[in-house]
């Protein structure tokens, strides 16, 4: 499931699924992501909904579902059905 998120493979850095802005940590990532989607960038809004909820979260709530979605243990309730 880490290839969802692109963690790079040298130095370990993440990069935004939807835009491959680079995060240092999950924190800093599910701060870009919701950051993202508040503005109403469709791509954003689209990945939250599709990988981790179709609810609107805190930020700390975001950066709890990648951390289970790394896990691969999320709510299967939380998603958009595709």
Do not use: Y
């Not at 960038?41 to 289970?68: A, P, Q």
């Amino acid at each position: 499931m880490t290839g969802l998120l692109r963690v790079g493979s040298t130095d370990g850095s993440l990069f935004c699924p939807v835009c491959a802005s680079p995060a240092q940590d999950l924190l800093v990532l599910a701060s870009h992501l919701v950051e993202e989607a508040e503005a109403s960038d469709g791509g954003h809004v689209m990945w939250l909904n599709r990988n981790l909820t179709k609810h609107r979260k805190s930020i700390e709530e975001i950066e709890r579902l990648l951390v289970s979605l790394l896990a691969e243990d999320r709510p299967s309730d939380e998603v958009v059905k595709r």
